[in-house]
């Protein structure tokens, strides 16, 4: 069964630009979370979408966006990209939401701004 | 606000060492993961703790979780130098508003 897929792997872009991030989960599976990862803060919840819905969101700013479609494939999106904002993301699947399923991590966007 | 506590952050050990990773939160939870990152790479799951009492083994390495106590640990015995990586710890709250919450992750260099 093929994993957790992300694309693109790295990005660069500028600040002020947009950016959106896609992550197909492993099949089968209906959850999505994202996380962000920095040097400075580490792992980072972002938000989980099950079924087209999110369920929870972290403590980000509205400029971090996401939505998921009906084949479970999600999407998340940063506007008005700040330097900070360069981190790895990384999207994770589970069969559920809302229970407690095993989290299997696909590899990651690596995102610079500069 | 729940809280993952990782200690040590840094581990530099030689190989055929033994050592232990431990892995303390701030609120009641039953469920709590390991996991492996190596340099560049994604999260690989080793050890998914579903209650207190639980020890799980997987080759040189051994997870507990205490409940009680809040505690998890992360044995390593024997290390050899393909265990260097960095480790988290995560733990689940269901229900909660986060998914996961991660420990800031130790850093395991094991030497020849």
């Known amino acids: 069964k093929a994993g957790v897929t992300q694309t693109p792997r790295y990005l660069i872009k500028t600040r002020g630009q947009q950016v959106t991030l896609s992550c197909s989960p492993i099949s089968g599976h209906r959850s999505v979370s994202w996380y962000q990862q920095t040097p400075g803060q580490g792992l980072q919840f972002l938000f989980e979408y099950f079924s087209e819905t999110q369920r929870n969101k972290g403590n980000f700013p509205g400029r971090f966006s996401g939505r998921q479609f009906s084949n479970s494939r999600s999407e998340m999106n940063v506007s008005t990209l700040e330097l900070g904002d360069s981190a790895l993301y990384l999207c994770?699947?589970?069969?559920?939401?809302?229970?407690?399923?095993?989290?299997?991590f696909g590899p990651g966007t690596r995102l610079l701004v500069l | 606000e729940l809280k993952v506590e990782q200690n040590p952050l840094f581990l530099s050990m030689q190989e055929g060492k033994n050592y232990t990773i431990y892995c303390n939160y701030s609120?009641?939870?039953?469920?709590l993961y390991w996991y492996r990152q190596d340099p560049g790479k994604s999260l690989e799951s080793l050890f998914v703790l579903l209650s207190n009492g639980a020890v799980k083994q997987e080759g040189r390495l051994m997870a507990s979780l205490d409940t009680k106590a809040r505690l998890s640990t992360l044995h390593i015995t024997a290390a050899v130098h393909d265990l260097s990586a960095t480790y988290f710890c995560?733990?689940?709250?269901?229900?909660?508003?986060?998914?996961?919450?991660f420990g800031k992750g130790t850093k395991l260099t094991v030497n020849p």
């Open positions: 995560a733990v689940d709250i269901k229900g909660g508003s986060e998914k996961l919450v």
């Open positions: 609120t009641t939870s039953d469920r």
């Open positions: 994770a699947s589970s069969l559920e939401a809302g229970g407690w399923e095993t989290q299997y």
